[in-house]
């Protein structure tokens, strides 16, 4: 008999613990749940980490994440407002703020990633193709730090900008909550991940960047040549300059020594009769010299001045 009391007292003590145990369960600080009774969500989320009650085998705790969670996107081909096609990948950071109306709505995170594919692939080719390629690419206004020569060349291929990448990203993340809403969620960050050109336009950039390094080359090459001639120029005409000062510096030496000369023979020819008289033989015998050689044939008159040093020697 005793046996049997003992037996039952076990039992009882076995299927209250059972009990006790499937009512309990643990919410720590990193969760958060909603407990459903046959599938129906039973009173408000449990969002305070802690030792909590359910009722045993009718209730189900539903657990799901309170950190922020991450969302990444599938590389999608998007078209510009200028015609320009492009592969945009994204990713976003999102939380779940009321566990309950998440739970009715979208009942787990898979079912939530899904929702947020549609959300923010929707906005983000909604809002890019508002806009120019230079707006999602760039975020301000900012020129490139280049030579003056080159800032020159291209500064008017840099056209301005007015809303940018930054307020792009910020555009497509308050269109994006404000269509979740009624989801229980809220997106906490959105970012391009890469923006690139589909192959047909990553040509065409390429070419136009070709061409306009060519163009760039071009301009150095031109301006290097009219240099090269602008030296050339100045050195030809520095060489005449000098060459015309040489020539003239000679001339007046020589002219000077001209002078001197002369000076000499008519400083000696006024001396004497004599002196003059061997100064003119000189200076006669000298054209003679000069004018004559032994084929030359001459017809003088006898009042020539040449001839009369000829009649005397006769």
């Known amino acids: 008999m005793k046996t049997s009391k003992i037996v039952i007292i076990a039992i009882i003590a076995i299927v209250a613990l059972i009990v006790v145990t499937s009512g309990l369960f643990i919410v720590n600080e990193k969760e958060q749940v909603v407990i459903t009774q ?17 009722v045993p085998f009718i209730q189900t705790a539903n657990y799901f994440d309170k950190r922020f969670l991450e969302w990444d996107g599938d590389p999608n081909q998007v078209p510009t407002k200028d015609k320009k096609f492009i592969f945009v990948d994204t990713y976003g950071r999102w939380q779940i703020t009321d566990p309950l109306q998440f739970f009715k709505r979208l009942t787990n995170e898979r079912s939530a990633q899904s929702r947020l594919d549609d959300i923010l692939d929707g906005q983000t080719r909604d809002v890019i193709a508002s ?20 800032s020159e060349l291209i500064g008017d ?17 308050e269109a994006a909550n404000e269509q979740a809403t009624d989801l229980g969620i809220k997106i906490l960050d959105f970012r391009f991940k890469r923006i690139n050109y589909v192959e047909e336009v990553r040509k065409q950039v390429y070419e136009r960047m070709k061409s306009e390094r060519y163009r760039i080359a071009d301009k150095f090459r031109s301006e290097g ?29 020589k002219g000077k020594a001209d002078a001197e000369a002369a000076s000499v023979y008519a400083s000696a020819y006024d001396k004497s009769r004599r002196s003059r008289e061997l100064y003119s033989f000189m200076k006669t015998m000298e054209t003679f010299q000069k004018t004559f050689d032994t084929n030359t044939n001459v017809i003088l008159s006898t009042d020539s001045e040449l001839y009369k040093y000829l009649k005397r020697m006769d």
Do not use: C, W, Y
Request: no cysteine.
């Open 38 to 54: 046959f599938g129906k969500p039973v009173g408000d989320a449990i969002v305070e980490p802690g030792l909590k009650f359910k």
């Open 131 to 150: 806009h120019n390629l230079e707006e999602a690419v760039r975020s301000s206004n900012r020129q490139p730090v280049t030579s003056d020569v080159i």
């Open 157 to 173: 291929s840099m056209p301005s900008i007015e809303v940018g990448r930054q307020k792009i990203q910020s555009q497509i993340q």
């Open 225 to 253: 040549q009219g240099e090269a001639s602008r030296i050339n120029g100045e050195k030809d005409r520095e060489l005449k300059t000098i060459q015309s000062e040489a020539f003239r510096t000679a001339e007046e030496i």
